[in-house]
């Protein structure tokens, strides 16, 4: 992979003068020049294409870098911002991943860091205090998103067990969902990874029963859906959720916090069973569909 990430940087290496180049740009309106001005520059965009390769190839099993499409990297970004690295890095890493799908191509991602200790995490009579603010479709999707752990695209990605598998090019734990009885289903998150999620067999009952006779077309934030069930999802479900939490609670965590909820209940119960602090960690990372640990750590503030 750094064999590739030095081909596909290397044309744009030009060690003319950066400040000059970068006054041309912003005459252009251009945030930056589309060249690499030095050769540490150019290191540190190898290792960011690099990163994003690899990651790029247990997610899809990417072949070549030039294949990287800006959906993908993009996915690749927004679960970097939860990793816990610097606003600065994450913006080289976009700069750099512009060297292979366009200028102009990403959206800039918020980096999650350190510093950020406040919990985004909601209570669940909180939660149901928005679910009850909310109308029954998004309610019902708040409930799911809630107890399955799902980002908001996630919801329109909901498959039964005999309509969709998980991605087989993953080792999944054994020990995922121990203590929670309920539906198995799996969504189909960041980078096209299928996973399985647990939902609690009521709640299953109750999204059996919006079920559609023929999967609707959604499109969400440019991308197309085949939602199978008449429940909110996407940015339309986030935005319901944010509004609702304003005017029930008098301020917003974002639907993402739900996430975060997922994951403080399930390292509770977890550990409550005997797991170490590490072991709950992982499984509750491949419960999110992150597989890696140290990205549990921002959910746990």
């Known amino acids: 992979m750094d ?3 030095r081909a596909v940087l290397r044309q744009s290496l030009s060690l003319t003068s950066r400040h000059a180049a970068k006054a041309a740009a912003a005459v252009q309106g251009s945030r930056t020049t589309g060249k690499i ?3 540490g520059t150019f290191d540190k965009y190898v290792s960011a294409l690099e990163r994003a390769g690899l990651w790029a190839q247990e997610v899809v099993e990417l072949r070549h870098l030039r294949d990287l499409t800006p959906e993908l990297a993009q996915a690749y970004l927004a679960e970097r911002a939860e990793s816990g690295i610097g606003q600065k890095q994450l913006d080289a890493d976009r700069n750099a991943l512009e060297f292979v799908t366009g200028r102009g191509s990403l959206v800039r991602e918020r980096a999650l860091t350190a ?5 985004r995490a909601y209570t669940p009579e909180q939660i149901r205090a928005v679910a009850g603010a909310q109308d029954a479709r998004n309610a019902l999707a708040t409930e799911v998103a809630w107890r399955a752990g799902l980002r908001a695209h ?12 998980a991605s087989t090019h993953r080792t999944w734990s054994a020990d995922r969902f121990v203590g929670r009885e309920g539906q198995r289903y799996v969504v189909t998150g960041k980078g096209g990874l299928r996973r399985e999620v647990s939902i609690p067999r009521e709640l299953a009952a109750r999204l059996e029963a919006v079920r559609l006779a023929t999967p609707a077309t959604v499109v969400d934030r440019g991308i197309v859906y085949r939602a199978a069930y008449d429940i909110g999802g996407g ?5 319901s959720f944010g509004a609702a939490s304003a005017r029930t609670l008098g301020w917003s965590n974002g639907a993402h916090g739900l996430r975060h909820t997922y994951a403080q209940e399930r390292m509770a119960e977890l550990q409550a069973r005997g797991f170490g602090y590490t072991a709950a960690r992982e499984i509750v990372s491949q419960e999110l569909g992150h597989f890696r640990g140290e990205i549990v750590e921002v959910y746990l503030r």
């Open 115 to 119: 510093p950020e200790t406040r919990s």
């Open 235 to 239: 940015n339309a479900w986030s935005k």
């Open 3 to 5: 064999v590739q990430a």
């Open 37 to 39: 001005h030095s050769l």
């Open 154 to 165: 996630e919801l329109l990605t909901l498959r039964a067990p005999s309509e969709a598998t």
